[in-house]
């Protein structure tokens, strides 16, 4: 998925959104892939309408665009991760809509430890929520090192885990 999701990305969002409307009207996809790429189509549509100025110089409709399009992200994502909770992707991407204020259900840190619970070493989840953690958009440095000695202490070495302490102190 994250492949197809990469290349997708380098289209414009009106081919994004007509990809992921032929999967819903095509009938033959999985309900979860149809979710998923709809909740990730719409949160990144959420995004493109605040803008990527300054919150002070974002206007009131650019909220309203992207109140608008978080909804149906929220709706499609939670739907996708309803239908399998023990897979990493839908809970990873409402990590981004909760660190923006616009899930609706649960937190960053909740949706970090969904992930987990779907598959422990999930590299997207860590960025995400890393992000998410970050002085500049409400975590601290404290919850950053804390993130990562529960890493290096998880002993999980069967995975990447304990490597995530890296690009936490870096």
Known sequence: WYEVADEATSLTTTDRGFLVGRLWHGGKVDPWIGHLAAGEYFKDLAYERRGSRFASETTEAQWQGMKEAS????????????????????????????????????????????????????????????????PRWGGSYPKMLALGTQCIHSQRYDTAVPGYIVPIIQ
């Open 71 to 134: 909804v149906m992200a929220n709706q499609h994502l939670l739907r996708a991760w309803q239908l399998a909770p023990d897979r990493p992707e839908a809970a990873t991407i409402m990590i981004s809509l909760a660190m923006s204020g616009h899930a609706d259900v649960g937190s960053d840190d909740d949706w970090f430890y969904e992930a987990a619970r779907g598959q422990t070493d999930w590299s997207p989840a860590f960025y995400y929520y890393l992000n998410a953690i970050l």
